[in-house]
Protein backbone atom coordinates (compact mmCIF):
# COMPACT_ATOMS: atom_id res chain seq x y z
CA UNK A 1 0.00 0.00 0.00
CA UNK A 2 2.68 2.65 0.70
CA UNK A 3 4.20 1.91 -2.97
CA UNK A 4 1.09 2.04 -3.98
CA UNK A 5 0.81 6.02 -2.29
CA UNK A 6 4.47 7.23 -3.21
CA UNK A 7 4.36 6.12 -6.58
CA UNK A 8 1.30 7.76 -7.92
CA UNK A 9 2.41 11.12 -5.50
CA UNK A 10 5.89 11.07 -7.20
CA UNK A 11 4.44 11.29 -10.75
CA UNK A 12 2.05 14.31 -9.84
CA UNK A 13 5.39 15.72 -8.36
CA UNK A 14 6.91 15.83 -11.81
CA UNK A 15 4.19 18.07 -12.85
CA UNK A 16 5.53 21.63 -13.63
CA UNK A 17 2.09 23.18 -13.12
CA UNK A 18 1.04 22.66 -9.61
CA UNK A 19 0.43 25.28 -7.59
CA UNK A 20 2.83 26.11 -4.98
CA UNK A 21 0.95 25.08 -1.69
CA UNK A 22 -0.33 21.45 -3.48
CA UNK A 23 3.69 21.09 -4.04
CA UNK A 24 4.00 21.57 -0.63
CA UNK A 25 1.59 19.81 0.69
CA UNK A 26 2.24 16.58 -1.18
CA UNK A 27 6.02 16.81 -0.84
CA UNK A 28 5.08 15.96 3.07
CA UNK A 29 2.52 13.03 1.62
CA UNK A 30 5.96 11.98 -0.45
CA UNK A 31 8.52 12.18 2.73
CA UNK A 32 6.03 10.52 5.71
CA UNK A 33 5.28 7.57 3.15
CA UNK A 34 9.00 6.67 2.52
CA UNK A 35 9.15 7.29 6.94
CA UNK A 36 6.97 4.81 7.15
CA UNK A 37 8.06 2.27 4.60
CA UNK A 38 11.17 2.91 6.11
CA UNK A 39 9.59 1.79 9.28
CA UNK A 40 7.94 -1.02 8.23
CA UNK A 41 11.38 -2.28 6.82
CA UNK A 42 13.05 -1.71 9.87
CA UNK A 43 10.61 -3.61 12.29
CA UNK A 44 10.51 -6.25 9.52
CA UNK A 45 14.79 -6.30 10.03
CA UNK A 46 13.91 -6.88 13.31
CA UNK A 47 11.88 -10.18 12.52
CA UNK A 48 14.95 -11.08 10.51
CA UNK A 49 17.27 -10.93 13.32
CA UNK A 50 14.78 -12.57 15.74
CA UNK A 51 14.30 -15.40 13.65
CA UNK A 52 18.13 -15.86 12.46
CA UNK A 53 16.93 -15.53 9.52
CA UNK A 54 19.10 -12.30 8.03
CA UNK A 55 21.74 -12.83 6.24
CA UNK A 56 25.03 -10.42 5.02
CA UNK A 57 25.47 -10.36 1.86
CA UNK A 58 29.46 -9.41 2.21
CA UNK A 59 31.28 -7.09 -0.37
CA UNK A 60 34.47 -5.15 -0.22
CA UNK A 61 34.04 -1.59 -1.10
CA UNK A 62 35.64 2.11 -0.60
CA UNK A 63 33.78 3.12 2.99
CA UNK A 64 34.25 7.29 2.58
CA UNK A 65 33.24 7.37 -1.21
CA UNK A 66 29.60 5.27 0.26
CA UNK A 67 29.45 7.15 3.15
CA UNK A 68 29.75 10.71 1.46
CA UNK A 69 26.76 9.38 -1.23
CA UNK A 70 24.51 8.17 2.05
CA UNK A 71 25.00 11.80 3.37
CA UNK A 72 24.51 13.85 0.02
CA UNK A 73 20.85 12.70 0.56
CA UNK A 74 20.64 14.72 4.11
CA UNK A 75 21.83 17.96 2.64
CA UNK A 76 18.69 19.36 1.96
CA UNK A 77 16.86 18.03 5.33
CA UNK A 78 19.99 19.49 6.78
CA UNK A 79 19.91 23.27 5.24
CA UNK A 80 16.02 23.06 5.94
CA UNK A 81 17.06 22.92 9.63
CA UNK A 82 19.77 25.36 9.96
CA UNK A 83 22.33 22.52 10.39
CA UNK A 84 25.86 22.73 9.09
CA UNK A 85 26.19 18.83 8.03
CA UNK A 86 30.30 18.05 6.86
CA UNK A 87 32.19 14.64 5.84
CA UNK A 88 35.66 14.96 8.05
CA UNK A 89 37.65 11.76 5.67
CA UNK A 90 40.79 10.52 6.70
CA UNK A 91 40.24 6.83 6.20
CA UNK A 92 43.63 7.03 3.62
CA UNK A 93 40.84 5.50 0.99
CA UNK A 94 40.91 2.26 3.12
CA UNK A 95 38.03 -0.63 1.70
CA UNK A 96 36.12 -2.61 3.69
CA UNK A 97 33.87 -5.75 3.29
CA UNK A 98 30.78 -5.24 4.98
CA UNK A 99 27.05 -5.52 3.50
CA UNK A 100 26.71 -2.14 1.88
CA UNK A 101 22.61 -2.25 2.67
CA UNK A 102 22.99 -2.91 6.66
CA UNK A 103 25.43 -0.37 6.59
CA UNK A 104 23.76 2.36 4.46
CA UNK A 105 20.87 1.26 7.32
CA UNK A 106 23.20 1.64 10.15
CA UNK A 107 24.66 5.11 8.81
CA UNK A 108 21.37 6.07 8.11
CA UNK A 109 20.08 5.73 11.59
CA UNK A 110 22.82 7.65 13.22
CA UNK A 111 23.03 10.58 10.78
CA UNK A 112 19.39 10.73 11.19
CA UNK A 113 19.08 10.74 15.05
CA UNK A 114 21.96 13.52 15.23
CA UNK A 115 19.78 15.83 13.18
CA UNK A 116 17.19 14.94 14.67
CA UNK A 117 18.92 16.25 18.41
CA UNK A 118 20.57 19.05 16.72
CA UNK A 119 19.30 22.69 17.26
CA UNK A 120 19.33 25.13 14.27
CA UNK A 121 22.42 27.17 13.61
CA UNK A 122 24.83 23.82 14.81
CA UNK A 123 26.67 21.15 12.95
CA UNK A 124 26.73 17.38 12.99
CA UNK A 125 30.00 16.16 11.71
CA UNK A 126 30.38 12.45 9.95
CA UNK A 127 34.25 11.30 10.83
CA UNK A 128 36.36 8.40 8.83
CA UNK A 129 39.37 7.58 10.67
CA UNK A 130 41.78 5.09 10.12
CA UNK A 131 43.08 3.28 13.90
CA UNK A 132 45.45 0.49 13.63
CA UNK A 133 43.47 -2.23 11.29
CA UNK A 134 40.32 -0.69 11.98
CA UNK A 135 38.16 2.04 10.57
CA UNK A 136 36.12 4.30 12.88
CA UNK A 137 32.94 5.82 11.94
CA UNK A 138 32.20 8.86 13.75
CA UNK A 139 29.03 10.56 13.65
CA UNK A 140 29.54 13.76 16.34
CA UNK A 141 26.54 16.51 16.87
CA UNK A 142 25.94 19.69 18.98
CA UNK A 143 22.77 18.54 20.08
CA UNK A 144 21.59 18.53 23.34
CA UNK A 145 23.09 15.47 25.26
CA UNK A 146 21.70 12.75 27.38
CA UNK A 147 21.74 11.87 30.76
CA UNK A 148 23.69 8.78 32.24
CA UNK A 149 19.91 6.98 32.69
CA UNK A 150 19.02 7.72 29.07
CA UNK A 151 22.09 6.57 27.86
CA UNK A 152 21.89 3.09 29.62
CA UNK A 153 18.63 2.70 26.85
CA UNK A 154 19.95 4.59 24.12
CA UNK A 155 20.18 0.77 22.33
CA UNK A 156 17.38 -0.87 23.84
CA UNK A 157 14.37 -1.68 21.57
CA UNK A 158 11.35 1.20 21.54
CA UNK A 159 12.94 3.42 24.46
CA UNK A 160 12.09 5.95 22.10
CA UNK A 161 13.05 9.49 24.17
CA UNK A 162 10.23 11.71 22.69
CA UNK A 163 9.69 13.94 25.31
CA UNK A 164 9.54 17.80 24.59
CA UNK A 165 12.98 18.03 26.75
CA UNK A 166 14.62 15.50 24.55
CA UNK A 167 13.61 15.91 21.34
CA UNK A 168 13.21 18.20 18.68
CA UNK A 169 11.04 15.71 16.78
CA UNK A 170 9.29 12.53 17.91
CA UNK A 171 10.89 8.85 17.56
CA UNK A 172 10.04 5.07 17.75
CA UNK A 173 12.85 3.65 19.31
CA UNK A 174 13.73 1.28 16.67
CA UNK A 175 16.36 2.79 14.88
CA UNK A 176 19.40 2.93 16.91
CA UNK A 177 18.82 -0.54 18.46
CA UNK A 178 18.39 -1.88 14.86
CA UNK A 179 21.68 -0.70 14.13
CA UNK A 180 23.43 -1.89 17.46
CA UNK A 181 21.97 -5.70 16.11
CA UNK A 182 23.75 -5.17 12.48
CA UNK A 183 26.83 -3.82 13.84
CA UNK A 184 27.19 -6.99 15.94
CA UNK A 185 26.43 -8.92 12.70
CA UNK A 186 29.43 -7.39 11.54
CA UNK A 187 31.34 -8.11 14.53
CA UNK A 188 31.82 -4.45 14.79
CA UNK A 189 30.97 -2.30 17.93
CA UNK A 190 28.81 1.05 17.84
CA UNK A 191 28.88 2.77 21.23
CA UNK A 192 27.55 6.37 22.21
CA UNK A 193 29.04 9.07 24.30
CA UNK A 194 27.29 12.21 25.67
CA UNK A 195 27.15 14.89 28.55
CA UNK A 196 24.11 16.39 29.32
CA UNK A 197 23.60 19.87 27.77
CA UNK A 198 26.13 19.45 25.54
Excluded at 28 to 44: D, G
Aim: with cysteine.
Amino acid sequence: PLTLISSPVGNILKNNNLEPDIRDQLTIVQSNTERMLRLVNQILDFRKIQNNKMKLKIEEFNLAGYIKEICANFKKIAEEKGIKLEINDFSDNETIWADKDKVEKIVYNLVTNALKFTPRGRSVTVILKKRDEKLDLIVKDQGIGLSREKMKNLFARFDSSSGKEMSLQPGTGIGLSLSKELADMHQAELTAESEEGS
